[in-house]
């Protein structure tokens, strides 16, 4: 069974590109476009609530928390991810399954700490965001548990990585799947009983549910890839490998959550309370735009690390080249519904008409910047699937605090209006493809103009 186990994963090695992306990649597209759907049904039911506004704001200032604790389990689930497929496309398999492992040991020393976080900084974080007692109140409570209780999607999303990284996402869709519906279903149950509570403890047992089917996948089905108990006390060398991507990847998502602190506060003192509100409910609406394709690079990460890792040139760049047509398709519907229908979509939240009137001029201004953005995700992601998420890194701190922070902030300032802050987006967007764009021409020609050249000798 263990030859079969291997035969099957080398298709990434041989399997028609084309082909091979869409077999790997449309469970993850999936998957994650339920997840998307999940974190606005969130805000879709607190916003039933008689608290409905203050609701929306406490969720959009305990937002970008939430986004670091996503930090640190995708950032390490990524590292281990790209390297788990750069050792199996080597046939080095032994040192994938102590890959495996470490990332697990380490992705449940983070849930711990994020515990102490939700038990101890959770007001003190609302507090700092905000004057209002009500949102700081709906915020401390949604906080404490989903930090509190963080440990369902930490492990859920190691379990997840590892079988992506041997390209079984089917296994991957049907974990996902089962958190995100589960969570929608209590959502459903709970909030209209419990409000922002509910929905808090809805997230937490939905997460819950989706690690207990990812152990039992892990544990139970026959996989190329162990998680053997003496593997994962920590080494040295696999911590390193697995944070040389990952830790840039932490980096990068966490530069996004200083991002959301700092737009929250300068929308805070243009536009209290409404301007959040507003800046939440996109990021909500925009991840349904944005998970998909995040789904689809997570796929081409695996295939991307497989060849690099087995020196293949010709099929590294042909997914990278199919990763970008894809993603901006994905990206054209995604600006197009913003830009013709933004009223309706803030409508799907039971949107003031404060929060219309600034709501539908941030989203079609925005989405301007979405088809630059596919390009961009697609080249972060390549970079770290070859093991230079440093560049990746660089990417992201370029476009959300050398210049989307500071473009937001100078426009807010000589303006006075919350829609000039808006264009500070564009703004980044086109400066991180620049970036990307020089990056991508540098590593061509250091690492992979000749990997064919090294493959056949």
């Not at 509910?198 to 989706?210: E, F, N, S, Y």
């Amino acid at each position: 069974m263990e030859k079969t186990e291997k035969i099957e994963l080398n298709r990434m090695g041989f399997e028609p590109e084309g082909k091979l992306l869409l077999k790997m990649a449309w469970p993850m597209i999936l998957s994650m476009l339920m997840q998307a759907f999940y974190n606005v049904v969130d805000t879709y039911f607190v916003s039933q609530t008689a608290d409905a506004l203050y609701a929306r704001s406490a969720l959009s200032l305990a937002f970008p928390v939430q986004m670091l604790m996503l930090a640190f389990s995708i950032g390490t689930a990524v590292g281990m991810n790209s390297l788990i497929s750069r050792r199996l496309g080597a046939r080095r398999y032994e040192e994938a399954n102590r890959a495996a492992a470490n990332g697990m040991t380490l992705l449940i020393l983070s849930s711990l700490c994020f515990a102490l976080v939700g038990i101890f900084l959770s007001r003190p974080i609302m507090s700092l965001l905000s004057g209002d007692e009500r949102v700081i109140e709906l915020g401390t409570s949604y906080l404490f548990i989903c930090c509190t209780f963080s440990m369902g999607t930490f492990v859920a999303v190691g379990i997840e990585r590892i079988m992506t990284a041997q390209g079984k996402t089917l296994l991957t869709m049907t974990m996902q799947l089962t958190g995100a519906v589960s969570n929608i279903i209590l959502d459903a149950l709970w909030v209209p009983l419990w409000g922002v509570t509910g929905a808090a403890i809805a997230t937490v047992v939905g997460q819950g549910i989706g690690m207990l089917l990812s152990i039992a996948i892990m544990a139970f089905g026959r996989h190329e890839v162990v998680v053997r108990l003496r593997d994962m006390k920590l080494q040295r060398e696999a911590v390193r490998q697995i944070y040389s991507v990952g830790a840039p990847s932490i980096v990068m998502q966490a530069i996004g959550v200083v991002m959301l602190f700092g737009m929250d506060l300068i929308l805070e003192s243009l536009l209290p309370t409404v301007g959040v509100a507003v800046f939440g409910v996109y990021y909500k609406l925009q991840s349904v735009v944005f998970m998909p394709v995040f789904g689809l690079t997570n796929a081409s990460m695996s295939i991307e690390g497989y060849n690099f890792g087995a020196r293949n040139k010709k099929r590294l760049l042909k997914v990278l080249k199919l990763t970008i047509i894809c993603t901006v398709c994905f990206m054209s519907v995604g600006m197009l519904m913003f830009q013709l229908i933004p009223d309706k979509l803030l409508g799907i939240f039971n949107a003031t008409a404060a929060e219309v009137e600034v709501g539908v001029p941030a989203l079609r201004i925005i989405s301007l910047c979405f088809l630059v953005a596919a390009v961009c995700i697609s080249l972060s992601t390549f970079f770290g699937a070859i093991g230079q998420g440093i560049r990746s890194m660089w990417i992201s701190l370029i476009r959300q605090l050398v210049v989307l922070l500071p473009a937001a902030f100078i426009l807010a300032r000589l303006t006075g209006e919350v829609t000039a802050v808006w264009w500070a987006f564009p703004i980044a967007e086109v400066a991180s493809l620049i970036t990307a764009s020089v990056m991508y021409i540098k590593t061509y020609r250091r690492s992979i103009q000749t990997l064919d050249e090294v493959r056949q000798a």
